[in-house]
């Protein structure tokens, strides 16, 4: 007969793992591709901010940790989407949207790129790059809206 308390013990630390991995899995960045980029970046009101990326790339792997933290602490936000692209299985819309380095971080908004990133790439600095595309987006929509008034 096996043990009671083992067998709980087994139990819980299964529980655990399986806790831990699924809030794991929620906190990744949306992954876009070919087939489903231009319909997810389309999404009206939102803002895209992407990372194009190869697996290979030592810069990509050392962003990975912030392009995480940045996607959790992002994730109660309604206006932005965090994402990333792998370019060597996505080479289409890479090629597109004219990825020439890896990583290339850039905001699109309503289909449209609006900006590149090429600041630091620790989530501070990200976090402050959101901040000030937020307010540029939104003074540029109020000023097309005052100017469609007119």
Known sequence: MANPTGLLLIALIATSA?????????AEPIKLSNADFD???QEDGKIWFIKFFAPWCGHCKRLVPAWAELDETMAGDDTWRIAHVDCTTNKEVCTKHEIRGYPTL????NGKEFRRYTGARDVESLKTFINTVTHDLWQAEGEAAAHDEA
């Open 18 to 26: 399986l806790s831990w991995t699924t809030t794991t899995v929620d």
């Open 39 to 41: 319909e997810h970046v």
């Open 106 to 109: 850039k905001v699109f908004h």
